[in-house]
């Protein structure tokens, strides 16, 4: 059973940073890339950032260049968003899921639970 758990939100001032992790299970980075992915209430679910399988391809929305990168231990089965310079508008619950490298971060195979990750101004 594929599993992907996000971990790591929390409460941070504006400026500061965070790191997620995401922990998948029941597949290896071999099968799936991974995604990052967060929603506010009431708005739509957005494409944050996607790592291949070799880490050698990445993605990042226009909003986050520059201030999150993203990376994977796949001895670990984990992948990590670091997350500087973060802003109020970065508040969200942050998801991570597995993927398609080339289909990210339009399509989505398998989600994950979230993480809350909360900037305060």
Sequence with gaps: EVQLQASGGGLVQAGGSLRP??????????DYAIGWFRQ?????????SCISSS?????YADSVKGRFTVSSDNAKNTVYLQMNSLK????AVYYCAAVYISRCPREVLYWGQGTLVTVSS
Excluded: L, M, Q
């Design 21 to 30: 992790s995401c922990a998948a299970s029941g597949f290896t980075f071999d």
């Design 40 to 48: 506010v209430p009431g708005k739509e679910r957005e494409g944050v």
């Design 55 to 59: 880490g050698d391809s990445t993605y």
């Design 88 to 91: 109020p508008e970065d508040t």
